[in-house]
């Protein structure tokens, strides 16, 4: 494996993996155990920024987004932000208008935080809202309250955040249109930037699985789950808001820069516990990490001066072109198709005409000189145009 990294600037995404208590809905690589400390976490955390700093080189590449995702990074005592940060400042430059991002829950969130978050540097709040409706944050088992998310956002604000998201559920057991209009319409009447609305699934294993055999639940069928989905699009886009992904809105300007630049295959560094990443080397390989899990795992690597990670090499061309299209096809503004041709090493009419072909008949795809991209009708069947195109 080369050892120096390709481009010039690249994103950071570190994964905080506590949390208050584990969500009924949640299979996300996250722990209420406490049995490891944060201490151990942030230790083994700050080695494995030096890890990947000594394999992909430092010198003059500049990090552009920086991304602390969860798990519940608010939980940690604030110091430990700003150590994380200042420790990433030694390894690489920090751009300009470098956007940070830090998801917070309600229940952890306090006044002095979010002024201890801004000052260490933190532009970007993600707040993880999910519902509006007490019955229903109780039913998912999260551990706040309505109250609680408008004390948090009023806070935010008051600290000096200009930049915040929401992150919402819909397709609860019994959630209706109805419900779902009036979260939305309180969502966007606290005046966020930026709303991520999410179906929620139910994961194999999670209490919410085991809860649908033992409660008289029922989740929305098909056709209430289309129109959530349809509502969620007018509502929003009617108030002026852009959909710019498929589960993602913003007002202008706002878009996520790090999850955007993820989409269009960017480079970025895993660092954390069962977090990955994707890295272009010098000689244009592309190689991904993913991170050990669970955490004393992770952290016992590091102690014992082990990689946290397994490298990868994306092995062929295929491959980073599927990747391509999986990644940049959620997005509305769909992939410039250059970037596919230097990932692929073709044009998608080159290896996939008869089925491009068929799907721009149908009105699934729309291809022209400069872009790929799916139609809001090919949007809805994203699964069925990527498994044709891939
Ligand atoms: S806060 Fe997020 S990561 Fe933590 S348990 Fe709930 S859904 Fe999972």
Redesign the pocket.
Known sequence: MAEVLGSQTFSIYIHVPF?Q???H??A?D?T?DRSCDFQSWLKALHRDLDIQARCLGRGSHQVTSLFFG???PSILPPEMIEQILLHVRKLWPLGDAVEITLEA?PESTTYAKLKSWRSAGINRLSL?VQALEDHRLALLG?PHDSQQTRRAFAAAREAGFANINLDLIHGSPGHTPEMWEEELGLAMALGPEHLSCYALTVEPGTPLERQLHTHPWTLPDEETTATLHFLTQRLLEDQGWKRYEISNYARSGYACRHNLDIWLSGDYLGVGPAAHGRITLEDGSVIRNHNHWPLETYIYSLKSGQSPCRWVELSSLEEAGADCLLMGLRLMSGIPRHLYRELAGRDLLDGKAKEAEFLVKEGFLQLDAQTIRLSPKGLDFLDSCLASLI
């Open positions: 949390c208590k584990k969500c809905y949640c996300f996250s209420s969860g798990g519940t829950n993880g999260r």
